[in-house]
């Protein structure tokens, strides 16, 4: 069964310090891999995703993950985080040929000043 | 591109009473959407897989006929909660899927609408 886990629950960090949110899956199929990011009260938003290719995804915001196919993992980073920042971010899975996405449990971005 | 709508953004209602929130994709064709339920400080949990013109299909242990899912045309799908009580009380939120090109392997998402039933 197809899984992903988001190892860190919260992150706090200080403003302007890079930050990196981890997220590992399981599949026995391909797979394509999603960052969404969820401000309070709102929908989820598309940060950034891998569905083949280059295995470094830049997306929005300044964002950018990494498809590691031999540890299973697509971890999110950034290399200086604003305050603007803090929100829940998403990692999930769409295995190949299937409709689901499956969600990790999501991680809680805090940016302090 | 690629946006999505729910209406309303947060209700109210009464104990028995029936709600219907709307999910539509503004600017694409959506051949599926999805219907998820968020708690709390918790995940998205997938309630159930709507396609253009036929059933819905639910996820285990969500009451089809308590959460009726409706995709009448390629923009719009609609979910009614009937006969709502506090425990339907959360936050809903539906993404949509293209039909075809760079939106075809993502789902965008709607940004929800928080239900309180009293």
């Known amino acids: 069964a197809q899984s992903v886990t988001q190892l860190d629950s919260q992150v706090p960090v200080f403003e302007e310090a890079p930050v990196e949110l981890r997220c590992n899956y399981s599949s026995s199929v391909s797979v394509y891999l999603f960052w969404y990011v969820q401000y309070p009260n709102q929908g989820l938003q598309l940060l950034l995703k891998?569905?083949?290719?280059?295995?470094l995804v830049k997306g929005i915001n300044g964002f950018e993950a990494e498809f590691n196919k031999s540890q299973t993992s697509f971890h999110l980073k950034k290399p200086s985080v604003h305050i603007s920042d803090t929100a829940e971010y998403f990692c999930?899975?769409?295995?190949?040929?299937?409709?689901?996405?499956?969600f990790g449990a999501g991680t809680r971005l805090a940016v302090h000043p | 591109g690629a946006v999505v709508s729910q209406h309303p953004s947060w209700v109210i209602c009464k104990s028995g009473t029936s709600v219907k929130i709307e999910c539509r994709s503004l600017?694409?064709?959506?051949?599926?959407m999805f219907w998820y339920r968020q708690f709390p400080k918790q995940s998205l949990m997938l309630m159930a897989t709507s396609n253009e013109g036929s059933k819905a299909t639910y996820e285990q242990g969500v009451e089809k006929d308590k959460f009726l899912i409706n995709h009448a045309s390629l923009t719009l799908s609609t979910l009614t909660v009937t006969s709502a009580h506090p425990e339907d009380s959360s936050f809903y939120i539906c993404?949509?899927?293209?039909?075809?090109?760079?939106?075809?392997?993502?789902?965008?998402f709607g940004p929800g609408t928080r239900l309180t039933v009293l």
């Open positions: 993404s949509a899927r293209g039909t075809s090109g760079r939106i075809a392997d993502t789902q965008y």
């Open positions: 600017d694409f064709q959506a051949t599926t």
């Open positions: 999930a899975v769409n295995p190949g040929g299937y409709n689901k996405l499956i």
């Open positions: 891998y569905l083949s290719g280059s295995t």
